[in-house]
């Protein structure tokens, strides 16, 4: 069996699980390629793959922009089998059968939908590492069990739906969503760069659609934004602030999943992730063959 897991991950979780699947998917013989939903936009789906499963974080109750354009690429199933999994620090809404019904829309059998809680990657300023730590670690061994769950699941042949109510699936995963497009479009209101910023390139290259300008205090956000926060979280300065989270936002500290900015910076030329100040040059990537670490 052979399986493409398509993914898009704003600051690591989605990936992180990507490879617990992988993993987990292995130990019954499955054959899996992990792959960025911004390389498969660019480079297409491989034509031999039996399974499609899809991963993504949740935005709004919904899943991300750049995830929705995935779906619209996407060629048809002609009936074949797919599974779908968002990541969320929160209220998943009907995220899933968002992602499932347009699957099925296009010819896909779905056949497992799975939502995981993952910690937040950020932290308040003042609170204790360690203790941050150590509760992220709970988190994502639980996770971990879940996700041997799902592949004994998706191996034996055992469905698993969602089956969200009407608030959920209208309100949340309706309304708020096609919201969270819209606003989108206008991303340059709410991204805000301060004086701490020093262009190093490190957010432009970041960018999952290419609209951080490599100047982002000369110029201002595209309209192909998707909201994901690599950039706020990549930053080393922590100098790119949403407003759409007035007077939280600076007290809190972003952060990428550890490992995830050397997986940004194989992906775009195999160079080390820059540090402060340096200047990055993008290069190509499709196949992410990262361990988790």
Known sequence: MKAALVYFSGTGNTWRTAHLYA????????????CPVESVLRQKLAPDIDRLGLGFPVNAFGPPRVVDRFLHAL????????FVWAVAAGIVGGA????????????????????YLVPENGHWRWSDPAVAAMSKERAWNRVDRLVARAAGELATG????????????????????RW??????????YVSVTAACRPCGLCAAACP???MPSNPLEHAVGSDCTFCLRCASICPRQAITIRLLPG?????????EPGYAEVLAGARGG???????????????????????
Do not use: N
């Open 75 to 82: 060629p048809p199933g002609e009936g074949r089998h797919a």
């Open 271 to 293: 160079g080390k992730a820059p540090t402060q100040g340096e200047p990055f040059t993008p290069g190509e990537g499709a196949i992410d063959k990262a361990a988790v670490p």
């Open 23 to 34: 993993a987990h998917l292995g130990r019954f013989g499955w054959a899996t390629d992990v």
């Open 158 to 177: 055992r469905a698993r739906r969602s089956r969200p109510g009407h608030i959920r699936q209208r309100l949340l995963s309706g309304s708020m969503w």
């Open 96 to 115: 899933t059968a968002v992602v499932r019904d347009r699957l099925e829309a296009k010819g896909y059998r779905v056949v497992h939908e799975q939502a």
């Open 180 to 189: 969270y497009l819209r606003s989108c479009e206008h991303a340059a209101r």
């Open 248 to 256: 939280i936002i600076r007290f809190l500290h972003r952060h990428l």
């Open 209 to 211: 659609t290419g609209v």
